[in-house]
């Protein structure tokens, strides 16, 4: 079975300083590991995924997360934050048939 | 035009009724998914189908009873609602296996 570990449920940062949200992950198979993020009233959307090869994967926004496998992690991160980055980011893993499982979630509040 | 699409977006209900959640994808995909979304932010996988036949009930009371009359919709019927159902009800589809998945705007029930 996999797991999916958020460690914090919120961080706050001033605009245009960098970020870095944790996700750790455990499987007993190989994963797939997904960052998402929900704006308010609003459903979920990718931001950027891991499948295979390079272990550096860039998304939209200016958003990037590294996957480490001796760690289990896929923390995500971005240089210079901005006010409309504030939002709730998701962790996710997948490592069997139609499952995707989410984290609980980090709330990222941007500050001017 | 919207992906993924929900029906209605708010129910505003009675403790013992029951209430219907339509959801309709126009991407092609073969994989549907209900999820739960609680006051926390926390996700829960419900169901997911895979061209119209039921691939995972995580456990759901079944109280709660999809339906997919093709591989292009997936609707969610409640019976009985009790207080311990508001939560805001997401549908989503998946990218051929990859996890990706593209979700609707969310239903969100609140049960009085």
């Known amino acids: 079975a996999q797991s999916v570990t958020q460690l914090d449920s919120q961080v706050p940062v001033f605009e245009e300083a960098p970020v870095e949200l944790r996700c750790n992950y455990s499987?007993?198979?190989?994963?797939?590991l997904f960052w998402y993020v929900q704006y308010p009233n609003q459903g979920l959307q990718l931001l950027l995924k891991y499948l295979s090869g390079s272990t550096l994967v860039k998304g939209i926004n200016g958003f990037e997360a590294e996957f480490n496998k001796s760690q289990t992690s896929f923390h995500l991160r971005k240089p210079s934050v901005h006010i409309s980055d504030t939002a709730e980011y998701f962790c996710?893993?997948?490592?069997?048939?139609?499952?995707?499982?989410f984290g609980a979630g980090t709330r990222l509040a941007v500050h001017p | 035009d919207t992906a993924v699409s929900q029906t209605p977006k708010y129910l505003v209900t009675q403790m013992g009724n029951d209430k219907s959640i339509k959801c309709e994808q126009n991407?092609?995909?073969?994989?549907m998914y209900w999820y739960k979304q609680d006051s926390k932010k926390f996700l829960k996988i419900m169901f997911s189908?895979?061209?119209?036949?039921?691939?995972i009930n995580e456990t759901v009371p079944n109280r709660f009873s999809p339906k997919s009359p093709d591989k292009a919709h997936l609707n969610l019927h409640i019976n009985s609602l009790e207080l311990g159902d508001s939560a805001v009800y997401f549908c989503?589809?998946?990218?051929?296996?990859?996890?990706?998945?593209?979700f609707g705007e969310g239903s969100r029930l609140t049960v009085l």
């Open positions: 189908y895979n061209n119209k036949e039921l691939i």
């Open positions: 996710a893993v997948s490592g069997g048939y139609n499952k995707l499982i």
């Open positions: 989503a589809s998946e990218l051929a296996n990859t996890g990706e998945l593209f």
């Open positions: 499987s007993s198979v190989s994963v797939y």
């Open positions: 991407l092609g995909h073969d994989t």
